[in-house]
């Protein structure tokens, strides 16, 4: 197949999910393979990381065709850890949680595109799982172990993002008139707080009115926008109720391409293992 031969099994399972039974994958589009193109001739891109890489992609895209970027952000995280002849050697449940706010690292290079009603960025909650190889070859930093595959799970939800004040209602309902990156990040952004600031500024929906401190201090540029943030809640949660049939990948089937055979169990709610 064209153009697949770096995806993860994450990106295959997220595609094989967004394409439904009327689209078509690896699709030819001004002078770009794009991931799906739907009957209706919408675009949909699938993108686990490093959105910036997409910029001048979307250039060309988005001047004709109405472009759908998925991107999953990872609810709970299981990673599973194999030794060098593939015998698992522990399984865990990372005690971090992805959240709405690790988008905006991702839109450092394509901020200028947030605009553009043809765009939706579309954000996948889920349960992902990690396979990692302990064979020396890694980093020094992760003690030889290598990242290998990255798996999905389960579906909880998602949340579509469109158009740059989608972004401003992302800001937390208890800031204050001018605020900072330190209130951000206290607010529950963690330090997703700089990036969002940026991206914010760059788009001219804050701007930047002098120092707090050591910190430089921003407000809300459109008028009587501060008010309404009060009644944003609903637009920071994703919907359970998805619009299709919810997901639930089984782990312990066997996929074509798939290098560790997943053996971890099901997240619950109230599941708060952390170690193997």
């Not at 990106?11 to 967004?18: A, G, T």
């Not at 995280?77 to 194999?82: D, M, P, V, W």
């Not at 553009?116 to 996948?124: A, D, F, K, P, S």
């Given at each position: 197949?064209?153009?697949t ?11 094989e ?14 002078g ?13 891109e ?16 988005l ?21 060098a002849?593939?015998?698992l ?27 553009n ?56 309902d ?73 997901l ?29």
């Amino acid at each position: 197949m064209i153009n697949t031969w770096n995806e993860s099994l994450l990106h295959e399972e997220l595609k094989e999910y967004y394409c439904a039974e009327s689209g078509r994958t690896e699709v030819p589009v001004e002078g770009s393979i794009c991931d799906i193109v739907l009957q209706d001739r919408s675009i949909v891109e699938i993108q686990t990381q490093n959105i910036s890489a997409l910029s001048s992609k979307l250039d060309k895209l988005l001047v004709h065709h109405r472009v759908r970027l998925v991107y999953p952000v990872p609810v709970n995280l299981y990673i599973e850890t194999y030794n060098a002849d593939r015998t698992l050697k522990s399984r865990r449940k990372s005690p971090k949680h992805g959240t709405v706010y690790q988008i905006f690292p991702e839109l450092t290079k394509v901020w200028h595109h947030l605009e553009n009603e043809n765009l939706t960025i579309t954000l996948v909650y889920s349960d992902i799982l990690q396979v990692r190889i302990a064979d020396g070859t890694g980093s020094w930093r992760r003690k030889g172990i290598r990242l290998d595959d990255r798996k999905l799970i389960r579906i909880h939800g998602e949340q579509n993002l469109c158009g740059s004040n989608d972004y401003l209602k992302l800001l937390p309902d208890s800031l204050p008139e001018i605020f900072t990156t330190a209130d951000l990040k206290q607010l529950g952004v963690g330090s997703h707080a700089g990036y969002m600031a940026w991206v914010l500024n760059k788009c001219e929906l804050v701007e930047l009115v002098g120092k707090k401190g050591r910190f430089n201090a921003y407000r809300i540029k459109s008028p009587g926008t501060f008010e309404a943030l009060a009644t944003n809640n609903a637009c920071r949660a994703y919907s359970i109720g998805h619009p299709k049939k919810s997901l639930e990948v089984s782990t312990n089937q066997p996929r074509a391409g798939i290098r560790a055979r997943s053996i971890v169990p099901f997240p619950s709610s109230d599941s708060n293992e952390t170690e193997p």
